[in-house]
């Protein structure tokens, strides 16, 4: 069965401060991992990567997929207190199941102004 | 707005009631996903359309869950004889092949409480 872990579940920060999120997974027949941003509402899209080794940049926050060791990596720099959210990642299976999506927990980011 | 639609937001239920939620997606994406979301879970896979045909149904989808996308446009997910355990954020999303990535996008989602 696909697995998604993240950690830390929980992060408090004050702002300015940079945080690393990190995902690892386990996955039949891997296609893609993506990163979702979750505030009182639906997810929005962050990043979808599928190489290894190529940083996906959008603004502060950027993203790295290692395929060898299974992981992921969100950074967000010089945070601010619109960044407080839950920051999901989610994987992508290939092959019949194509297009399915498996969440990890989330990461809930709390930063203080 | 042209994002994907969810009616209706918010329903309170008795158990053993049935209930129907609607999701729109954006025009003309081929794929439409539910997923449910329960308190401090990440989404949970349910099933999902290309077109009008279900492609896959997850295990979790009992025989008291139905979806339909009849036209391959919108979708209805039903629910028969709630019980409590289905309290949940129903969650649709929709996505399309363009430039070769299935990026999904999610609709608001529709609380459901079962009291």
């Known amino acids: 069965e696909d697995k998604v872990v993240q950690s830390p579940l929980s992060l408090v920060v004050h702002e300015g401060d940079t945080v690393t999120l990190n995902c690892s997974y386990e996955?039949?027949?891997?296609?893609?991992l993506l990163w979702y941003k979750q505030e009182k509402k639906a997810p929005t899209f962050l990043f979808m990567l599928t190489s290894s080794g190529i940083e996906k940049k959008s603004g502060r926050l950027s993203s790295i997929l290692d395929k060898k060791e299974l992981f992921s990596i969100l950074n967000i720099t010089a945070t601010q207190t619109g960044d407080s959210a839950v920051y999901l990642c989610?994987?992508?299976?290939?092959?019949?199941?194509?297009?399915?999506?498996?969440f990890g927990q989330g990461t809930i980011l709390t930063v203080h102004p | 707005d042209t994002g994907v639609s969810q009616n209706p937001r918010h329903k309170i239920t008795k158990r053993g009631q049935n209930v129907t939620f609607r999701c729109d997606p954006i025009s003309e994406h081929n794929r439409l996903y539910w997923y449910r979301q329960t308190l401090g879970q990440g989404p949970e896979f349910l099933t999902y359309f290309q077109n009008e045909a279900q492609l896959e149904k997850s295990r979790l989808l009992s025989d008291r869950f139905s979806a339909e996308r009849p036209k391959g446009s919108f979708s209805t997910l039903e629910i028969q004889r709630t019980e409590q355990g289905d309290s949940a954020m129903y969650l649709c999303?929709?996505?399309?092949?363009?430039?070769?990535?299935?990026?999904?996008?999610f609709g608001p989602g529709t609380r459901l409480t079962v009291t």
């Open positions: 989610a994987v992508e299976a290939g092959g019949t199941s194509y297009g399915k999506l498996t």
């Open positions: 999303a929709s996505s399309s092949r363009d430039r070769g990535s299935y990026e999904q996008y």
């Open positions: 996955v039949t027949n891997f296609r893609s």
